[in-house]
């Protein structure tokens, strides 16, 4: 069984910074892709960022692009997101997910929640103005 923990949320003003962090259990961590999303209150979940199983390729949503970086290490089953120059429309939980690592056509793939198998609760993230 796969499971997933975020940590590194909290409330930071506007402009700050935050690193969030997932730790995965499970022997698989190296042949998943990897996402986070994000879910405000009475908003849908949307894409955040994404990260293939090596390492070599991230996606972005155009909300986080030039903000928000993901990288990962696959020697410590542990994946991260960078947030800087952080906006109040950026509160929301976030949540990291887990899905085997597939090599699609259309990079839309890693954006889309029923692509990953496993997630975790999540992590608050609140940006005061």
């Known amino acids: 069984q796969v499971q997933l923990v975020e940590s590194g949320g909290g409330l930071v003003q506007a402009g700050g910074s935050l690193r969030l962090s997932c730790a995965v259990s499970?022997?698989?961590?190296?042949?998943?892709?990897m996402g986070w999303f994000r879910q405000a209150p009475g908003k849908e979940r949307e894409f955040v960022a994404a990260?293939?199983?090596?390492?070599?390729?991230?996606y972005y949503a155009d909300s986080g692009k030039g903000r928000f970086t993901i990288s990962r290490d696959n020697a410590k089953n542990t994946v991260y997101l960078q947030m800087n120059s952080l906006k109040p429309e950026d509160t929301a939980v976030y949540y990291c997910?887990?899905?085997?690592?597939?090599?699609?056509?259309?990079?839309?793939?890693?954006?889309?929640?029923?692509?990953?198998?496993?997630w975790g609760q999540g992590t608050q993230v609140t940006v005061s103005s």
């Open positions: 997910a887990a899905g085997i690592q597939r090599y699609p056509v259309d990079n839309s793939w890693y954006s889309r929640p029923g692509v990953y198998d496993y």
């Open positions: 499970g022997r698989t961590f190296s042949r998943q892709a």
């Open positions: 990260i293939t199983s090596n390492g070599g390729s991230t």
